[in-house]
């Protein structure tokens, strides 16, 4: 079974890397020649283009930033589309809109091409480690052809139902996740404007109702003043897009989330999209003029 693996990034690398040592025959593509070489030095092959990779491959996966990025590899020319073979698999484990996963598998079917939504959490240090959790939606019998290559770089696996539905949980929680992490920002800023030490308040909300992973990585990175990228505000931005676009489909109604989005779009606006995504506090910072740390 050949696996073809298409895109090489924060998280698409170490993934990819960790499906070559789980000893697994794949062919990869990225337009970046040093993370494809990164794959070549532990066993992977290089493809020679996109539709080559495509049409060795029984499980194509791609792991891409945006959903347009997706659906041009998917169904644009030179990609799955043209090139997949009959029986094949596609996985894509990116951030998707459920909207796009279900046009996409609709044209790959008419080629006897099944997909699987697969998107993933857990971070780059998840990725590396292969403890991420992937929640993985469509046809079960797709994803029992899967799951070995789903073992081989994640922990927590999940089959979460019907086609899109990985995608609905993985925008679900990030949603969550993002809702919490700006709650975090304004009760520390809110905690610093009031002159409590801020080591002090941490240890109470740590130990309190307050606490959360949300708010344990925020204190983390703002302490360090460190906003290199885990997980960039720009892709947090495209999430909460997608979160409150299947909001709109479904007439749900959103309060919280649409003012987090306001708060991603201001810190982008100042310069910090491609920061990590707990430099939405620099926004609070910048409004207040004072660091949290002081």
């Not at 941490?202 to 990175?221: C, D, L, P, Q, W």
């Not at 749900?252 to 939405?280: C, E, Y």
Request: aromatic share 4%.
């Amino acid at each position: 079974m050949i696996i073809g693996y298409i895109g090489l990034g924060n998280m698409g690398g170490p993934m990819c890397r960790n499906i070559i040592k789980g000893g697994n025959e794949v062919v990869v593509f990225d337009l970046n020649p040093a993370a494809v070489q990164q794959c070549v030095e532990i066993g992977g092959k290089a493809g020679a283009s996109l539709a080559e990779t495509v049409a060795q491959a029984d499980i194509i996966m791609t792991s891409l930033p945006m959903p347009t990025d997706v659906e041009a590899v998917a169904l644009g020319p030179g990609g799955i589309l043209e090139n997949a073979k009959d029986g094949a698999i596609y996985v894509d484990l990116s951030t998707n809109s459920p909207t796009v996963v279900k046009r996409i598998a609709a044209a790959l079917a008419e080629k006897g091409v099944k997909m699987l939504d697969a998107p993933v959490s857990g971070g780059v240090a998840g990725a590396e480690a292969a403890t991420i959790a992937i929640m993985i939606g469509g046809d079960r019998q797709a994803f029992q052809s899967c799951l070995p290559v789903f073992e081989s770089f994640g922990k927590k696996i999940v089959h979460t139902g019907e086609l899109g539905s990985g995608s609905v949980a993985k925008l679900v929680n990030n949603m969550l996740a993002f809702c919490n992490m700006t709650a975090a920002a304004e009760a520390m800023m809110l905690g610093a404007a009031a002159g409590i030490d801020h080591d002090t308040l941490s240890e109470v909300i740590n130990n309190s109702s307050g606490a959360s992973f949300a708010y344990r990585t925020m204190n983390h990175k703002v302490k360090k003043g460190d906003w290199s990228p885990n997980f960039a505000i720009n892709l947090a931005n495209k999430d909460m897009r997608l979160a409150l676009q299947l909001a709109e489909e479904l007439d749900v109604p959103m309060n919280i989330a649409p003012q987090v989005k306001a708060v991603f779009h201001a810190a982008r606006s100042m310069g910090w999209g491609g920061d990590d995504v707990t430099a939405l506090m620099r926004v609070y910072e910048t409004t207040m003029r004072r660091s949290v740390r002081d």
